[in-house]
């Protein structure tokens, strides 16, 4: 069965990069897009972006341009996603997802917490 | 930017229905998809195209979606269904719903 799991746990100080990844497995990698979505605590699931897995063509959220990266690598099944000059407001949930139809999340990683703290 | 609008709290006795609304300009043009989260766990995908069910899903669950509402139903609601909801859309980029508290008490 379709399982995304993600890398651990992140405390970062302000100002800091961070790179997470999503390893696939039960289902071709390169077939489903891998999308990205945050949750800070308390609040609602915000979409920060995408990957075509087959030809790496990426598309981002206009509120995180400038300083989100999604890649992958094939050979690994997994997507990463990178997320540059972290604020106190970067603290949230991350959560990688997927599904056979574009923009319709049927997978869902468990999610990675990255702190924000100085 | 596109803006979907939920109730931030629903409250439902057990074995009765519940109504989730999603509102934003035109979104019966688009599809909606709902997502069930729980306390501490992934979002679960209840819904899809605006009325689909996905495999496992119960079928009390169901979905409508027409002029600037959708609406997810619950019928005959189980204590099991306490969580938050979210609806989703595409506009240009995915946008969320600032999601809804479903009480069964």
């Known amino acids: 069965h379709v399982q995304l799991v993600q890398s651990g746990a992140e405390v970062k100080k302000p100002g800091a990069s961070v790179k997470l990844s999503c390893e696939a497995s039960g289902y071709t990698f390169t077939t489903y897009p891998t999308h990205w979505v945050r949750q800070a605590p308390g609040q609602r699931l915000e979409w920060m972006g995408w990957i075509n897995a087959g030809n790496a063509n990426t598309e981002y959220s206009e509120n995180f341009q400038g300083r989100v990266t999604i890649t992958r690598d094939t050979s690994a099944s997994t997507a990463y996603m990178e997320l540059s000059s972290l604020t106190f407001e970067d603290t949230a949930v991350y959560y990688c997802?997927?599904?056979?139809?574009?923009?319709?999340?049927?997978?869902w990683g468990q999610g990675t917490l990255v702190t924000v703290s100085s | 930017s596109y803006e979907l609008t939920q109730p931030p709290s629903v409250s439902v006795s057990p074995g009765q229905t519940a109504t989730i609304t999603c509102s934003g300009d035109k979104l019966g043009d688009k599809y909606v998809c709902w997502y069930q989260q729980k306390p501490g766990q992934s979002p679960v995908l209840v819904i899809y195209?605006?009325?689909k069910r996905p495999s496992g899903i119960p079928e009390r669950f169901s979905g409508s979606n027409s002029g600037n509402t959708a609406t997810l139903t619950i019928s005959g609601t189980q204590v099991m269904d306490e969580a938050d909801y979210y609806c989703q859309a595409w506009d240009s980029s995915v946008v969320f719903g600032g999601g809804t508290k479903l009480t069964v008490l």
């Open positions: 997802a997927s599904g056979e139809q574009q923009l319709v999340f049927d997978y």
């Open positions: 195209q605006d009325d």
